[in-house]
C-alpha cells in the first residue's frame, strides 16, 4: 500500500540551527513527494514538492531530494528562524492524484 | 480572496445527534477532499469529489456520507456521530493542474467533539 512515516516530533532547536525531518515512504507505483506546512490555527499549505527520482525540491530556504534507492524525502534547511516554527508533513500522491497519503506530522520550535 | 470556508470552526455534541460541516471554496476547483487530522496518525482521508456528482471513498469513510450537488460546496455529514469520530476535519480543494503539483487548498478546520 501507500504509506508515509515521519520522524517523531517535537523537534526544537535554536534560531540559526540546521533542520532535518526525516520522511520515507511506501508506494504502489512512482509516487510525487511533497513537504505540506501547518502554522498554528491554519490549514496545510505546500511548502515543496518534487515528482521524480533524484529531483530537489526547494522553497523558503527549506529542501528535500526524491530518493529512490532509500524511499525517501527529508526535509532540511540550513539556518532556521523562529517564525518557521509550525507542524511539517510528508505526503505523497501516486497516479492521477486524486489521493493524498500524509505522514503524522513533525512539529517544530524554533527559540530565539 | 480566494478561500476554502468551513463551518463551524468548533463544536461539541452528543453522541448519535446528526451534524454537518459545511465547506465551501471560491476558486472554481473541481476536485474537493474531506481529511481528519488525529494525534500520531497525520492526515487521512474521508472522501473526495472529482466534480459535481461524483464522489468517491478515501481511506477512512465509515461513518461519513458527502454530497456534492454544486461545484463550490461539499458538505460532511455525520448521520450519528460517535466518539471516536472526534477530530480535526480540513477540507480541501483543487483544480486537475495544481494537484498534480501537489497543491491543495486547505481550510481552517473544524474541530470536532462527541460527547
Given at each position: ?58 522553497n523558503k530556504g527549506f ?50 | ?67 456534492r450537488k454544486e461545484k ?10 460517535s466518539p471516536n469520530q ?30
Amino acid at each position: 500500500g501507500n504509506s508515509v512515516t515521519q520522524m517523531e516530533g517535537p523537534v526544537t532547536l535554536s534560531e540559526e540551527a540546521f533542520l532535518t525531518i526525516n520522511c520515507t515512504y511506501t508506494a504502489t507505483g512512482y509516487p510525487s513527494l511533497f513537504w505540506y506546512v501547518q502554522y498554528p490555527g491554519e490549514g496545510l499549505q505546500l511548502l515543496l514538492k518534487a515528482t521524480k527520482a533524484d529531483d530537489k525540491g526547494s522553497n523558503k530556504g527549506f529542501e528535500a531530494t526524491y530518493r529512490k534507492e532509500t524511499t525517501s524525502f527529508h526535509l532540511e534547511k540550513g539556518s532556521v528562524q523562529v517564525s518557521d516554527s509550525a507542524v511539517y508533513f510528508c505526503a505523497l500522491s501516486v497516479g492521477n492524484f486524486n489521493k493524498f497519503y500524509f505522514g503524522s506530522g513533525t512539529k517544530l520550535n524554533v527559540k530565539p | 480572496e480566494a478561500q476554502v470556508t468551513q463551518n463551524p470552526r468548533y463544536l461539541i455534541t452528543v453522541t448519535g445527534k446528526k451534524l454537518t460541516v459545511t465547506c465551501s471554496q471560491n476558486m472554481n476547483h473541481e476536485y474537493m477532499s474531506w481529511y481528519r487530522q488525529d494525534p500520531g496518525l497525520g492526515l487521512r482521508q474521508i472522501y473526495y469529489s472529482m466534480n459535481v456528482e461524483v464522489t468517491d471513498k478515501g481511506d477512512v469513510p465509515e461513518g461519513y456520507k458527502v454530497s456534492r450537488k454544486e461545484k463550490r460546496n461539499f458538505p460532511l455529514i455525520l448521520e450519528s456521530p460517535s466518539p471516536n469520530q472526534t477530530s480535526l476535519y480540513f477540507c480541501a480543494s483543487s483544480t486537475p493542474r495544481d494537484r498534480s503539483t501537489g497543491e491543495l487548498f486547505f481550510g481552517e478546520g473544524s474541530r470536532l467533539t462527541v460527547l
